[in-house]
Nanobody, 115 residues
């Protein structure tokens, strides 16, 4: 059974930082591309950051220079370090694992940034 469990969300003031974690089980973590998506109320889910199995990364323009995605294959965990948070970063953040046609999602963790 595949499980992606996010943690680290919460309430933070504008300009603050949070670190999200996503622990994966039931998959061969090292071969999966991993991503963080977010969905704000009334908006579509969007890609925030992704990291390939080899470590290549890409970011949404809105978070470049502020967020950093990383992975620890020994711990089957992907991280999202979020700095200089803004109120517009408020959303539910979801972890995603992808390999070819296989696509898995976590349950999401709420991030709220107050102004």
């Amino acid at each position: 059974q595949v499980q992606l469990v996010e943690s680290g969300g919460g309430l933070v003031q504008s300009g603050g930082s949070l670190r999200l974690s996503c622990a994966a089980s039931g998959i061969i973590f090292s071969i999966h591309a991993m991503g963080w998506y977010r969905q704000a109320p009334g908006k579509e889910r969007e890609l925030v950051a992704a990291i390939s199995h080899s470590g290549s990364t890409n970011y949404a323009d809105s978070v470049k220079g502020r967020f950093t995605i990383s992975r620890d294959n020994a711990k089957n965990t992907v991280y999202l370090q979020m700095n200089s948070l803004k109120p517009e970063d408020t959303a539910v953040y979801y972890c995603n694992a992808n390999f070819v046609k296989y696509d898995y999602w976590g349950q999401g963790t709420q991030v709220t940034v107050s102004s």
